[in-house]
């Protein structure tokens, strides 16, 4: 069951709001890859709004997902693509329902 989170709310540039979307999409096969990311979100929350959720089982997937491929090529793209620069929330889970 993961444990720990992350929810990084997201700014598009006006008019970057369909390469942010690509982004994303490119960021979930990368996820894909990763052992210790859980689950893997990309969110359109509205009006050029966008985040990302992501679960872990502990705090060595979690820092690794930190310091891997997904958060160095957000960090690239940041100033092309996002309005504000993005902002990591560690989060701790405390229910999760399962299938």
Known sequence: MPKL???VPLKAKP???TELKEFLRQGAQM???EQG???WYA???DDGRFSIFDTFEDEAGRDAHLNGP???ALM???NELLAEPPQIHKI???ATKGK
């Open 37 to 39: 990311t859980v689950t």
């Open 70 to 72: 997904i958060a160095k």
């Open 43 to 45: 969110l359109d929350e």
């Open 31 to 33: 996820a894909a890859q």
């Open 92 to 94: 701790a889970l405390i």
């Open 76 to 78: 690239q793209k940041a």
């Open 5 to 7: 989170a992350l929810y």
């Open 15 to 17: 008019g970057k709001e």
